[in-house]
């Protein structure tokens, strides 16, 4: 073995210690990017996550392998990819769920801010509210007024504690009035089953899969949470435009890289997703997913998080949810 290479072999375990040095950071990509992906295969986040890695992988050379690592709202894949070496070759494709966590759990074995290093957002996905069409109500200001004249009478749907689809229901709640139970379910799709059959009657769902049911009359949409219409339903006003301020709710994807890992790799990163985001054949294939293609720099990704952790914190405390 030559003493470039045991140098080089020296330089890749420091790397995997945490300490990668700027020979390392010369040679990246040294061999497939795992991207990390906390939700189960199907849903938004892969697809975003296969589409920019398709176009990664074209870019740098080096094959970009999605690792599905659902579980516990998020927080199982963001653990393994806040621990994993920072040289580069693990990103993660983060979730709005990242900043909500901290308000849900006292020891979280990650911080949404120091654990992570921004690389750039990827997508802005708002969500819709919908309700089983045998409730007698067709907008957003009936579902309120129904709500607060029988607080507790109705139930809404979520993929588990701390999700989107949680805090938008409290929020919900905390800017229009009126009292909904919460009913957790394991997967989006039981969630989906329970609103089709009038299990629950009311849930925030990611727009695709909502799309096909809202124009067979199977669910009601009442609003969207993002701050202008949608596109892909553009006669669903907004939450400001249905008569409730103060509420935004964003399910952004974006991609961060552990800690620690050189600029100079954050830099490359950004500039090859950004690019492979920017090409019009990846906003139409996000906007089939309703979403809106939204890049950053990494300094406004970290103030985006920061403002998003302190957004639902406050939430969270103003709903007297206890943190666990």
């Known amino acids: 073995m030559s003493a470039r290479s045991i140098l080089l072999l020296a330089l890749w375990a420091a790397g995997g210690a945490g300490l990668v040095p700027d020979a390392v950071a010369q040679q990246y990509p040294a061999r497939p990017i795992r991207l990390i992906v906390a939700w189960a295969p199907g849903g938004a986040p892969d697809i975003f996550a296969r589409i920019v ?48 966590s901290p308000g849900f759990y006292r020891k979280l074995p990650f911080d949404p801010v120091r654990s992570f290093a921004p690389v750039t957002m990827l997508a802005s996905v708002p969500l819709i509210l919908v309700v089983h069409p045998g409730l007698p109500v067709k907008s957003l200001a009936e579902l309120i007024a129904l709500a607060k004249s029988e607080p507790g009478r109705l139930n809404y749907a979520s993929v588990g504690l701390g999700s989107p689809q949680h805090v938008s229901a ?17 997967s989006g799709g039981a969630m989906a089953t329970a609103v089709l059959s009038g299990e629950v009657q009311v849930s925030f769902v990611a727009i695709a899969p909502a799309l096909p049911h809202v124009k067979a009359g199977r669910l009601r949409a009442l609003a969207v949470t993002a701050a202008k219409r949608s596109p892909v339903v553009s006669e669903v006003p907004t939450f400001a435009e249905a008569g409730v301020s103060g509420f935004e709710v964003d399910n952004w994807n974006g991609i961060l890289a552990p800690a620690g890992t050189p600029k100079r790799v954050i830099a490359r ?54 943190p666990q």
């Not at 919900?172 to 957790?184: E, M, N, R």
């Not at 990163?269 to 906003?283: G, M, N, Q, Y």
């Not at 403002?307 to 939430?315: L, M, N, Q, Y």
């Open 53 to 100: 890695g398709e176009r990664l992988h074209a870019a740098i050379g080096q094959p970009v392998i999605v690792d599905n690592r659902p579980g516990a709202t998020g927080n199982i894949g963001a653990e393994i990819a806040a621990k994993a070496p920072p040289d580069g070759h693990t990103i993660f494709n983060a979730t709005l769920s990242l900043a909500i």
């Open 269 to 322: 990163l950004h500039a090859e997703i950004v690019k492979a985001a920017s090409a019009p054949e990846v906003a139409e294939r996000f906007a089939r997913q309703g979403a809106e293609v939204r890049t950053s720099s990494p300094e406004q990704f970290s103030k985006i998080i920061k403002a998003e952790v302190a957004k639902w914190a406050k939430v969270v405390k103003a709903a007297g949810i206890k």
């Open 170 to 186: 409290e929020l919900l709640q905390i800017t229009g009035g009126g009292k909904l139970v919460h009913v957790p379910y394991k």
